[in-house]
């Protein structure tokens, strides 16, 4: 009997999971173990509700016999008109949203975390003196790559995000930053484990390194309209365009000791204020969420979106040109 019943357990979630591969959902799962974080993750371009994922996720817990917590985050059409609105053009440009304002400040919220920008930033004053601190520069999702690198990813250095991190390197370098730039790509072999991976990097270099002030995790974003074509987000400069820019802040939201995820945010909102001073579009909203990322290792931690699989490794360069600006403009 018992038997039977695992068997048409296993048998209705390969169901639903066809049924949401049929539907084409975007959607990510996170598992935790207590010293590690492994990432599973299915993007695709349509929307679908939650409740196939939340059903095919709870199923599989239970069936896996693991002590595992899990999250997930299906964006839904109501939630994109919520949060984002962009502009109906080849190329796109989030150019409002978030759940949670305040002056040119937009921050989406996924988390159950109630904020409050103007609060939250009383009395916070940003890391200064660059010549006190390192910039340490990673990639926990080295294999990135853009629409002209040959591929979704590619582990040639010179056309995923490792080139574009090389590239922020350099211009840190030209206003005074002292910048560490690991080129490793910790997702080359399992991808699963990137941030198991990335989490042994980031410690070494902290142990080896005592003045650590700021950490970047450089990716690249990757969204797709319904029929599964690749969407660019877009700045213009007036020159030229620059990929979109979009920060990402962890939090202890799904289990995991995280005592540095409201410094961190606090970090991310300061750059971002900065940013839309001096280039009011480059900054889609700070994306705050329950994951941890690795983000407890320091209070100046992010990940940095820069531009989707649909721009071009030189609109991702531009924008890394700009956003070292906004550093030069913040950081004393």
Known sequence: MRNNIKKLLWLAMVIIYALSVFFRPAFYVKLFKPDEELNIMMFDSSY???????????????????????????????EAEQGYH????????????????????????TTDKEIDIKKLMENYTLISDRKKFKILIIHSHGTEGYIDSGGDRTENKDKNVVAVG???????????????????????????????????TTKWYLENYDDIGIIIDLHRDAIENEKGEKIKLTYDTGAEKAAQLMMVVGSDGGGLTHNNYLENLKFAISIQQIGQDMFEGLFRPVNFRDERFNQHLNKNYIILEVGTHGNTIKEAKISVEL??????KAIK
Not at 177 to 191: A, C, R, W
């Open 48 to 78: 679908a509700t939650k409740g196939f994922h939340l059903l095919f996720a709870d199923m599989l817990y239970a069936l896996s016999g693991q002590d595992l917590k899990q999250t997930f985050n299906a964006y839904t059409p109501q």
């Open 86 to 109: 962009l502009e109906q053009t080849y190329e796109k440009q989030i150019i409002s949203g978030g759940n949670t304002s305040y002056n040119k400040i937009s921050v989406s919220n």
């Open 166 to 200: 090389t590239h922020l390197e350099k211009e840190l370098e030209k206003y005074g930053f002292d910048v560490l730039h690991d080129i490793k790509m910790h997702d080359k072999d399992d991808y699963n484990k990137s941030y198991v991976n990335s989490l042994g």
């Open 323 to 328: 956003f070292a600006q906004v550093l030069d």
